[in-house]
């Protein structure tokens, strides 16, 4: 097999959208135990962001991206348990998805059931195991846990709160604009607050009873970090997984004792999927909820892969709802 061309987003530099470039590259054959893939539908991520910006500094040049589905075109040597015509799907630590034609290793590929379509499984590989490993396994959220979502419209956040749902929480989810509001309700939210309208821990008191809530999952960061763990009852879990608005303040152990023995993690998806058995048992569960209609993948956008920095600028500006994916080959745009 020789080299062959393809086309992809290429970054040489941190910076806004404007730096991401549509490049044609060299693609070798597939080395030792990776596959060569054909992309069908890629993920678009908050992460994306941190790593094209620079918040989460890259080698460069750099193609960004950590999700896709697409199918197998191309076997390298050693490779077992894949053949060619496959459709699979993958999450990855290293960037590199935002591309028609890319080798991957084949162990980070998992198979698609036919009750999943390629777009669900571009927007569910980071998206959905994120999901999973927040609800089940960094705080095991029980019927009837009383949990509060930040961000409850978005690609994470509409997922978090079907899932939790599912898991017969009570679940209070908080969005950015009114058009939001009635998205994160169909999401599942029992109520949904409006950031900068209403009084969050106030609502947060009343829904609970002056309980508080027993775990906040928090994307949004340095915005809402302070106000989050003022949701929280004692002994609590906060839960800081993400910095949409920018990375959270620096904070003492002893401000978590004032506030009454609180929990704090800053978890991340990689370090949950790194051995192949946890990947799979937790895409297994993922796709199972799919089948079983309690987890409905809304993809809110849709762009051309050539389109990808417009995808990024709406990502940013709060524009998007559910998940975006960009689609190669295609003159998509908006959904
Ligand atoms: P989203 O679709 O959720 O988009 C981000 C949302 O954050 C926006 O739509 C907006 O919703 C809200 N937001 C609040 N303040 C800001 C701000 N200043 N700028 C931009 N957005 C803001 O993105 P993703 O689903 O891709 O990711 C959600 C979050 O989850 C990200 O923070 C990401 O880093 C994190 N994440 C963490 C992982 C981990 O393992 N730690 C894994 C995957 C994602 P609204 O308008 O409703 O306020």
Redesign the pocket.
């Known amino acids: 097999m020789r080299a062959q061309a393809t086309n992809a987003i290429v970054f040489h530099e941190h910076g806004d959208a404007e730096v991401l470039k549509w490049e044609r590259l060299e693609l070798p054959p597939p080395g030792r135990g990776e596959v060569q893939l054909r992309h069908s539908a890629i993920g678009?991520?908050?992460?994306d962001i941190?790593d094209r910006s620079g918040l989460y500094p890259r080698a460069l040049p750099e193609i960004p991206g950590r999700e896709a589905a697409g199918v197998v075109v191309a076997l390298g040597a050693g490779v077992r348990g894949f053949k060619l015509g496959q459709r699979v799907a993958y999450v990855l630590g290293a960037a590199g998805a935002y591309c028609e034609q890319r080798n991957i290793p084949a162990r980070h590929l998992v198979k698609l059931p036919a009750a999943i379509s390629d777009e669900q499984a571009a927007a569910l590989m980071?998206?959905g195991l994120?999901a999973e490993?927040?609800l089940r396994r960094t705080y095991r959220v029980r019927p009837g846990a009383q949990v509060l979502i930040?961000?409850?419209?978005?690609?994470?956040?509409s997922l978090l709160t079907q899932w939790a749902r599912a898991l017969g929480a009570k679940v209070m989810g908080?969005?950015?604009?009114e058009a939001?509001l009635e998205v994160?309700k169909r999401q599942g939210c029992h109520q949904v607050l409006l950031?900068g309208r209403d009084d969050i821990v106030e609502s947060v008191r009343r829904f609970t009873r002056g309980k508080m809530a027993e775990v906040v999952y928090d994307?949004?960061?340095k915005?809402?970090f302070k106000e989050s763990l003022d949701c929280l009852r004692p002994r609590g879990m906060m839960v800081s997984?993400?910095?949409?608005?920018?990375p959270p303040p620096a904070i003492a152990p002893l401000e978590l004792a004032r506030r009454g023995s609180l929990f704090l993690t800053?978890?991340?998806?990689?370090d949950?999927i790194a051995q192949r058995d946890e990947l799979e048992a937790a895409a297994r569960a993922m796709f199972a909820l799919v089948r079983a209609r309690k987890l409905r993948v809304h993809v809110g956008q849709r762009y051309a892969l050539a389109d990808a920095a417009q995808a990024h600028r709406d990502?940013?500006?709060?524009?998007?709802?559910?998940?975006?994916v960009l689609v190669p080959g295609s003159a998509a745009s908006r959904a």
């Open positions: 678009v991520n908050f992460i941190y980071l998206k994120t490993y927040l930040h961000a409850a419209a978005g690609g994470v956040g908080i969005v950015g604009s939001k994160a950031a994307s949004v960061g915005d809402t997984f993400g910095n949409a608005s920018g800053r978890p991340s998806l990689f949950y990502l940013e500006m709060r524009r998007t709802v559910g998940a975006t």
